[in-house]
T-cell receptor, first 112, second 116 residues
C-alpha cells in the first residue's frame, strides 16, 4: 500500500524567503514521487518527479526536492519565493502502476 | 498548456440525475486516468483506461463508469448523483507501455460538478 502525508495545510512565507513544503511517503515498493502545483481554477501542473536516477531532483520554476529514503521524505524547496509561487502544492506517489496517490495538499501564501 | 481538454468546465445537477464528463487526451497519449478532487482535498484516483479497457480502479462505486474511444478521448459517467459527488473532476493523459520512470500524467483543467 502507498500513502503520502503533507505536513502543514497552509504555509506562509515572505517574498524572497525560503520555501519548504514537507512530504512524507509510505510505499511497499520503490516509489516514484511527484510534486504538482495547482493554481486557482486550473488543473495540476507537474513540478518535478523522482525516478531513482538522482536523489536531488530539480524541477521547473526554481523548485527542487530531495529524496531521503531513511526519512521516507521528499520535501520541496525553493531558495527565494516569488509572488507567482502562491498556489496549492500536492505531493504524490506511485509504484508499480501508473496510479497516483496524492496528499491533501499545502496552500502556499507569499506575502509582499 | 498540457493539451488535455475537458468539457464542460462547470456543471450543476440535482441529486439522482446522471452526468457525463468528457476528456480529450494529449496527442500521442493512449491512456486516460480520472480523479475526483473534493473541496480542500487532494485528487483521488477513480479509474484508468488503456486501449478502451478499464486498467485499474480506485475505491469508487459502480455508478462511476467510463469509456475510452478509439481516438483515446474518454468519458466519465456518474449515475444517481449524490450530494457528495460535488467535486472537481480531473482527467489526465499519459502513455502506457513506456518505462514508468518516463511516464508522466498530464492533467486537464477539470470539470467542476455541483450537485444540489
Amino acid at each position: 500500500a502507498q500513502s503520502v502525508t503533507q505536513l502543514g495545510s497552509h504555509v506562509s512565507v515572505s517574498e524572497g524567503a525560503l520555501v519548504l513544503l514537507r512530504c512524507n511517503y509510505s510505499s511497499s515498493v520503490p516509489p516514484y514521487l511527484f510534486w504538482y502545483v495547482q493554481y486557482p481554477n486550473q488543473g495540476l501542473q507537474l513540478l518535478l518527479k523522482y525516478t531513482s536516477a538522482a536523489t536531488l531532483v530539480k524541477g521547473i520554476n526554481g523548485f527542487e526536492a530531495e529524496f531521503k529514503k531513511s526519512e521516507t521524505s521528499f520535501h520541496l524547496t525553493k531558495p527565494s519565493a516569488h509572488m507567482s509561487d502562491a498556489a496549492e502544492y500536492f505531493c504524490a506517489v506511485s509504484g508499480a502502476t501508473n496510479k497516483l496517490i496524492f496528499g491533501t495538499g499545502t496552500l502556499l501564501a507569499v506575502q509582499p | 498548456e498540457t493539451g488535455v481538454t475537458q468539457s464542460p468546465t462547470h456543471l450543476i445537477k440535482t441529486r439522482g440525475q446522471q452526468v457525463t464528463l468528457r476528456c480529450s487526451s494529449q496527442s500521442g497519449h493512449n491512456t486516460v486516468s480520472w480523479y475526483q478532487q473534493a473541496l480542500g482535498q487532494g485528487p483521488q484516483f477513480i479509474f484508468q483506461y488503456y486501449r478502451e479497457e478499464e486498467n485499474g480502479r480506485g475505491n469508487f462505486p459502480p455508478r462511476f463508469s467510463g469509456l475510452q474511444f478509439p481516438n483515446y478521448s474518454s468519458e466519465l459517467n456518474v449515475n444517481a448523483l449524490e450530494l457528495d459527488d460535488s467535486a472537481l473532476y480531473l482527467c489526465a493523459s499519459s502513455v502506457e507501455g513506456v518505462n514508468l520512470a518516463k511516464n508522466i500524467q498530464y492533467f486537464g483543467a477539470g470539470t467542476r460538478l455541483s450537485v444540489l
